[in-house]
């Protein structure tokens, strides 16, 4: 039973985050990349805290492909260890539920139960 999925990561510009995310798009994998701008952070890494500006980045998709985005994602990512969380959706619009997985290339009609509902 295939589900919409979000999946979070960040990326160091927007630029990297919306050409990933076009070729993301272009391979069906996502429906849509929305590439929140201006986030600062502050993370633990190799033993030292780091601050940083970041985008935050949330892609539409569908659990079926959970695995093959996360590849995809990590071959193209420029970080050594990218951020990649995936967020189960408990419910959707019927409407918004059916584009995503059209554009992921599941047609079809999707019924209440396929939609978390």
């Known amino acids: 039973m295939e589900r919409p999925l979000l999946v979070y990561t960040t990326f160091p510009d ?3 985050a919306l050409n990933i ?5 272009r391979e069906r994998l996502i429906a849509c990349i929305n590439v929140l701008p201006g986030m600062r952070s502050v ?36 970080y050594d260890t990218p951020i990649i969380l995936h967020l ?8 918004t ?8 290339g599941l047609g079809g009609a999707v019924s209440a139960a396929d939609q978390g509902a």
């Open 14 to 16: 927007a630029a990297s």
């Open 21 to 25: 995310g076009e070729a993301l798009v």
């Open 43 to 78: 993370y633990s890494w190799k033993g030292a805290v780091e601050h940083g500006e970041e985008v935050a980045a949330i892609l539409k998709s569908r659990t079926g492909l959970a695995d093959a985005l996360s590849v995809a994602l990590k071959a193209r990512h420029p």
């Open 88 to 95: 189960p959706v408990a419910g959707a619009d019927a409407d």
């Open 97 to 104: 539920a059916a584009w995503i997985l059209t554009e992921t």
